[in-house]
């Protein structure tokens, strides 16, 4: 369609505009991601449970020492969940390095070229515009570390359940 508004003398046209397309490319892309991220957080989360499950299972014979002189399931369970919080934040951590290293990489190898291919498809050779591919979006950066740490916590449920469930003195005689 057209649009005029009152008091100006212009009219805009979609018409031989590659905007259109772009926000269709964009709302697309965004979906695919989330379907991306879904999959990438059920990887995670049986890479933390088989990683977290193997420290448990490899630490039997502290958790059986932990329970002979005292403690509590629930203060062995702890243990092992504030051990999965500082995992999951050191992966957190690398993982939005990496990110931001990459994403910077790519940068500046492709913006100089899709400022080119811009500038020409959309006619504006002498506009002083650049392309940048890195954007910060703090909300869902906020949202992939909450789903790490979920993913981390979710991974150590059931081989903490295991863990807690097991006898001691079974533990310790198997060593």
């Known amino acids: ?9 212009y009219t805009a046209h979609l018409a031989f505009s590659n905007s259109s397309a772009i926000d269709d490319i964009r ?13 990438v957080a059920i990887l995670a989360v049986a890479i933390m449970w ?15 020492v932990f329970r002979a002189i005292g ?9 092992y ?18 990110g931001i290293i ?8 492709f913006t100089p070229g899709l400022t080119a291919q811009a500038r020409y498809s959309f006619n504006d050779m002498n506009s ?13 950066l906020g949202l992939i570390a909450i789903i790490c740490l979920a993913t981390g ?7 903490l359940i295991r863990n807690v469930r097991r006898s001691p003195i079974r533990d310790m005689r198997e060593e």
């Not at 403690?71 to 243990?79: E, G, I, P, W």
């Not at 999951?88 to 939005?96: G, I, Q, R, Y």
């Open 102 to 109: 990459g994403a910077h990489l790519l940068d500046s190898q």
């Open 1 to 9: 369609g057209t649009c005029k508004p009152s008091g100006r003398l």
């Open 50 to 64: 088989i990683t977290v499950g193997r420290t448990i299972v490899d630490g039997r014979h502290e958790t059986a």
């Open 128 to 140: 002083a515009k650049q392309i940048s591919l890195v954007s910060y979006d703090w909300h869902q």
């Open 71 to 79: 403690f509590k399931r629930v203060d062995v369970a702890s243990v």
């Open 81 to 98: 969940i504030v051990y999965t919080i500082l995992l999951s934040l050191l992966v957190t951590t690398c993982a939005f390095g990496l």
């Open 153 to 159: 916590l979710l991974g150590v449920v059931l081989p």
């Open 27 to 39: 709302k697309q892309v965004r979906t695919w991601l989330s379907y991306a991220m879904l999959v």
